[in-house]
């Protein structure tokens, strides 16, 4: 313990003398930087004895040297190094630094990470990668030694993470190197695999719902994220793809983004936005085009920074809008203001900040996260909320057409039957007293016309369905199809217990337009009705002997069959056609019975 406290107290002396025996911090040691770029600064002869010291204020003092700005800065360490240490293996922990670095010690190169070209295309950033390099024993010297980093940053501010940079033994150096590394990747990780749930769930929404604009909108918003996103994460950088394609590939895909937010806050708001909104939200796109072509990384910094600054006019629009729908309740807009102050937060404390890692997690990082997993709920309650308006709606009206049926089966069972029943009986009143006249004939068309009545009033409410159990309902349904139209209907019930009268409408319903759909359609002339229980869950199968018909060709099912397939749907079952031409039909349905 003493000797921890002494290393320490050691390391705030001009020289500092290490052993690679356990990690030691170097927050406190003899730091010096400088802007600007020369190769000699990796000589240890070089005299720095004018460069500023980081040893009170990282940030304020690269602060006043302007290290906050773009370009080059250099650090520089001298340490000592005992005799007896010489053998053993050093590693050097620096960190993250923005973005591209080469670390020398005693002048010679022992690592780096990113890459510089003359070319913008050639520039490869390296912001999310933790650097650790190993100190070759051969490059170390008894006495004192030169450890220097030369950094550069183009969009991002330069600096070295001083107050976390170590130096120990190799084992327990990469372990914190793969510590951070590793829970960098866990958040781009969970954001990258919340924007593939979005970008799967919208793309599911498109193949059954494909008139809703709404999902095309966010579909290529979240593919656009997904897609910068990647391109700039750690590990897109191991992977090493830094191809020129890939990053107009960036340029072309961000522009989307204030677009499709800006349209996809108008569909679910309702509001029109004026034209010049558009022609604001366009300004990326027209920034973006000077790097579509090779430019000298020079230039490249002020182009780019134009780019960025063009998504500002749009994103404070979006936010005035967002706090008024809030203030006003407007639908989606509380979750939609937060997930861009969410990115906001995390843009601003990253750029004015000191530009390095707060703990382990970048709050850029952190905010991208944050406005990722808050689309992307607010995104499946709406979906969740449309789907219970669609819900309600189909309730609605198969409740309503059932109500109307019976109202109708009601007013020509009681209305006109009653009156065609008293004229037949009066005519064959009448048709007593003169045998051999016309009323006969007249009694038998009035007789067959309220024979025909009462199939139209059976069919529109069976009298027997909600007096009598569903099992009763079926067999007399049965009956009296044979009788009207002598196609047998075969039913085996062997379900015990009662059902929802909710549930045994439906399910009456889907019998009877089956039927009628094979009787007429398919001209069967025997159908075979199954319902029994197994485990909770409640199945029906109704087969016929009709013509069937070829699934492919039919793809766009009539209003029968979408009619119970929507009844199966409310009784939250599934609901399977099998169908062939010359070989009738089968439906399936299956209900839970919780």
Not at 325 to 340: D, K, N, T
């Amino acid at each position: 313990m003493h000797r921890r406290l002494l290393i320490i107290a050691l390391l705030f002396q001009a020289g500092t003398a290490l052993a690679c025996e356990e990690v030691v911090s170097l927050a406190g040691a003899d730091w010096r930087a400088h802007r600007g770029d020369d190769l000699a600064w990796a000589q240890p002869g070089f005299d720095d004895s004018h460069w500023s010291r980081l040893d009170q204020d990282p940030i304020t003092k690269l602060g006043e040297m302007g290290g906050l700005e773009d370009g080059f800065l250099w650090y520089r360490l001298r340490f000592q190094i005992k005799p007896e240490d010489l053998n053993q293996a050093c590693f050097l922990y620096l960190g993250q630094i923005q973005e591209t670095d080469v670390t020398y010690l005693n002048g010679v190169r022992i690592g780096g990470e990113g890459r510089l070209g003359n070319d913008w295309y050639e520039f490869v950033s390296a912001m999310r990668k933790p650097r650790s390099y190993l100190l070759p024993a051969a490059l170390l010297t008894p006495g004192e030694n030169l450890v220097a980093v030369r950094a550069l940053s183009l969009f991002l501010p330069t600096g070295l993470p001083v107050e976390d940079t170590k130096l120990g033994p190799a084992p327990l150096i990469l372990q914190e190197a793969h510590e951070q590394q590793r829970n960098v990747e866990r958040i781009e990780v969970i954001t990258l695999t919340l924007l593939l749930l979005g970008t799967l769930m919208a793309g599911f929404l498109l193949l059954t719902r494909i008139e809703e604009q709404q999902y095309w909108v966010f579909f290529s918003l979240v593919v656009s994220a997904a897609t910068i996103y990647y391109v700039d994460s750690l590990l897109s950088y191991s992977l090493r793809l830094d191809a020129a394609w890939v990053k107009r590939l960036v340029f072309v895909a961000g522009p989307v983004i204030p677009m499709a937010s800006l349209r996809y806050l108008s569909l679910i708001t309702g509001q029109r936005f004026p034209r010049i909104y558009w022609w604001m939200a366009l300004l990326p796109v027209l920034c973006a085009l000077p790097l579509m072509f090779d430019q000298p990384i020079e230039q490249v910094v002020l182009v780019y920074d134009l780019w960025f600054v063009s998504f500002a006019p749009i994103a404070l629009l979006l936010l005035v809008y967002l706090v008024r729908g809030a203030r006003y309740q407007v639908q989606q807009s509380r979750p939609m203001l937060f997930a861009l102050l969410a990115i906001c937060v995390g843009l601003v404390y990253g750029l004015l900040g000191d530009g390095t890692i707060t703990g382990d997690f970048n709050p850029v990082e952190l905010g991208i996260l944050g406005m990722t997993a808050i689309l992307m709920l607010a995104f499946a309650r709406r979906v969740t909320l449309q789907h219970k308006a669609r819900l309600r709606l189909s309730v609605g009206v198969l409740s309503a057409q059932d109500d109307e049926r019976r109202r109708i089966a009601r007013e020509l069972h009681d209305g006109l039957g009653q009156r065609l029943v008293a004229a037949r009986l009066l005519l064959e009143a009448e048709a007593l007293k003169n045998p051999g006249g016309q009323l006969q004939e007249v009694v038998r068309e009035l007789r067959d016309t309220t024979q025909e009545l009462r199939a139209i009033v059976y069919g529109l409410r069976p009298v027997e369905l909600g007096e009598v159990s569903l099992k009763s309902a079926l067999h007399s349904y049965s009956q009296r199809v044979h009788e009207l139209t002598g196609v047998y209907v075969k039913v085996f019930y062997s379900h015990e217990g009662g059902l929802p009268a909710q549930v045994e409408e439906h399910l009456f319903r889907i019998v009877q337009e089956a039927v009628n759909n094979a009787t007429r359609h398919g001209g069967a002339r025997e159908v075979r009705v199954e319902l029994t229980s197994v485990n909770r869950q409640l199945t029906m199968r109704i087969t016929d002997d009709g013509s069937g018909f070829d699934l492919d060709e039919n793809s766009d099912r009539g209003l029968g069959l979408t009619a119970m397939a929507e009844r199966v749907r409310l009784c939250d079952g599934r609901f399977h056609i099998e169908s062939r031409v010359g070989g009738g039909t089968t439906l399936r349905l299956e209900i839970p019975l919780s």
